[in-house]
């Protein structure tokens, strides 16, 4: 079981979820202070995730490897998907700011960015940032399938975490509510999302080309 756990893809998730755990327990954060945590690290994820689609983009845009994978990419491809993301990740950050502002008790946007970027708050900040970054570098540069890859087929990566990110930010608005000092209600929710984040990175990409398969004959029985 421990050895599953700790299985090199999940090693950076438990340590990225260690940082609100610390702040909990030693720097005394509330659950709204998570959320703030869990707001900035969905804006890191979107923002080092277009550094992955255009560092990609430019070292394999003209690899024969990369350009012989087929794709049923329709819409938006290539480049494009690259301003794409960001209007798209976008309104998920928005939606994520607004749940916020409704639980913070008056604190509104600008006041969040400085609490921040002030106190114990940048520390964890640079704690997920330096994760997030060593993880990139590696599946850039270690990853011996990243010369296959193309930003059509990292585009959605991302997204199952936002999903689960979005969840916290509303069951820890709840917690807030109900007793936003009280710890347990701070360890209870970092260790749903810890939970929940390991069962998202394990899901296998078979197991993820089924579902869509499934899908499909679905949508094409119902047509």
């Excluded at 923002?47 to 845009?61: P, S």
């Excluded at 003209?62 to 350009?67: D, E, F, R, V, Y």
């Excluded at 960015?113 to 997030?132: C, D, G, M, R, V």
């Amino acid at each position: 079981m421990l050895k599953r756990l700790f299985r090199k893809r999940n090693i950076p998730i438990l340590v990225l979820n260690a940082v609100p755990l610390y702040g909990a327990i030693f720097l005394h954060w509330d659950a709204l202070s998570i959320i703030l945590v869990y707001v900035a690290e969905t804006i890191l994820v979107g923002a080092i995730h277009i550094v992955k689609m255009t560092a990609l983009y430019f070292m394999n845009r003209n690899n024969p490897k990369a350009l012989a994978v087929e794709r049923h990419n329709s819409g938006v491809t290539g480049a494009g998907l690259i301003p794409f993301f960001l209007i798209h990740f976008g309104f998920f950050v928005v939606i994520q700011m607004v749940v916020f502002s409704g639980f913070s008790r008056g604190l509104n946007v600008s006041e969040a960015i400085q609490e921040l970027l002030s106190s114990n708050f940048k520390y964890a900040l640079a704690a997920i940032f330096i994760t997030k970054i060593t993880v990139l570098i590696g599946e850039l540069f270690w990853d011996p399938e990243a010369e296959t890859k193309l930003p059509d087929d990292v585009f959605f990566e991302p997204y199952p975490r936002i999903f689960v990110q979005q969840f916290m930010v509303i069951l820890g608005g709840f917690f807030s509510i109900f007793n936003g000092s009280f710890m347990a209600y701070a360890l209870v929710l970092i260790a749903i999302k810890t939970i929940v984040d390991i069962l998202v990175a394990n899901v296998s990409l078979k197991t993820i080309e089924r579902w869509n398969a499934q899908y499909e004959k679905k949508e094409k029985s119902i047509k």
